[in-house]
């Protein structure tokens, strides 16, 4: 727990904590994280997308396939210091617990190699694209991206020139589904289920579909004192009571949640009636099905309410991810891994990931799998994001229990 704390100094931010893709906070982290690695017998390397990443090999078979075990090290404004940095710090002790001597160093004790990864952006914070890092490992970098820009102008490809790496380079970053044995992944959960239930750990079944949506409403801007309410088509109205049918259609689906994090009004002066507005939504769903069709309604009650106060609406997709499921493999071992190491857990629980992971990017080209470790009160992105040192113990050695049950059942 000190090394989270350790890390958490590490900010761009005075008093907070907030580290970005290509910056000099997300240098220094990875020079930490290099030399945590290479204190458990790690070679590392930095990959072509400032991914930070060590790797343990077979003894007498260096290149053997490798099971990936990591998070990311970026963060959110105002983070925690769990979410993501946990995930990598256990994946280390994983590695310290398991790795076996030989001549000066340490191997696998497995038929595969051990590799650590430290993803490099999985918040998308700075250039509002979210698995920049995992999406480089998986193959999928799209060369659109190159051309988004951060609040101060400055592209991704600048960026990462200015960080020292070449993009015509991106593609080195890639890995291919026949050197991988699959991902593992430790994380905190970011909400209360595990802290309401009393459990410690959990076996993750999927990560959450998403679907993010920017919508404009257009009305008239008017004088404030001059104009009566039945002569007003007041946008801001419109974008909320859109926010609420968004929240009322949303709670009606028990594995949905639609939330509406940004809303800004046009021209937004104190005297006018506002002729626009903007506002931001994020829908998530444990199934693709459901999380459309919430979309279909939250659209038919927006054509309902801009139609009633006389209001043009809009919408662009800006995100879309499917639902990725854990390879069944995985996820029994990660259960086999909770059996074994926590008290009362002879039926962890199985839960469903209503957050983002890099899981998400990596499942397209090998089988990933998730253990859940209890959050308190469930609050993540924010300062009191907490988990305790006995759940990250335990989370550890079912951890490496997980790993041990994988490389028995591949014989």
Known sequence: MARCDELARVSATPGAIQRVYLSPEHARVNRLAAEWMREVGLTTRQDAAGNQLGRLDVARAPDSRSLLLGSHLDTVPDAGRFDGIVGVLMAL??????????????????PFALEVLAFSDEEGTRFGKALLGSSAVAGTWNDEWWALADADGTTLREAFLDFGLDPSRIGEAARRPDELVGYLEAHIEQG??????????????????????????????????????????????????????????????????????????????????????????????????????????????????MGRRGLRWSAREVHSAPAVMCAPLLRDVVGEGIRS?????????????????????????????????????????????????????????????????????RG
């Open 93 to 110: 002790e994983v590695v310290r617990l398991l790795r076996v001597p030989v001549g000066d160093g340490f191997a696998s004790p497995f």
């Open 192 to 305: 209360p289920e595990l802290d309401r239930g009393g459990e410690p750990l959990a076996v993750v079944s999927s990560i959450a579909s998403a679907r993010r949506f920017q919508l404009v409403v257009e009305g008239e801007a008017r004088h404030a004192g001059g104009t009566p309410y039945d002569m007003r088509r007041d946008a801001l109205l419109g974008a909320a009571e859109a926010a609420l049918a968004v929240e009322r259609i949303s709670r009606a689906e028990h594995h949905i949640v639609g939330t509406v994090g940004q809303l800004e009004a046009f021209p937004g002066a104190v005297n006018i009636v506002p002729g626009e507005a903007r506002f931001s939504l994020d829908l998530r769903g444990e199934f693709d099905g459901e999380r459309d069709r919430v979309w279909d309604a939250i659209s038919l009650e927006l054509d309902a309410v």
């Open 341 to 409: 190491t926590a008290p009362g857990s002879d039926d962890p629980p199985v839960i469903f990931s209503r957050a983002g992971h890099d899981g998400m990017a990596i499942g397209s080209i090998t089988g990933i799998g998730m253990l859940f470790l209890r959050n308190p009160d469930g609050i993540s992105h924010h300062p009191d994001e907490l988990v305790s040192t006995e759940d990250v113990g335990l989370g550890i050695r079912a951890l490496a229990e997980a790993v041990l049950q994988l490389a028995a059942d």
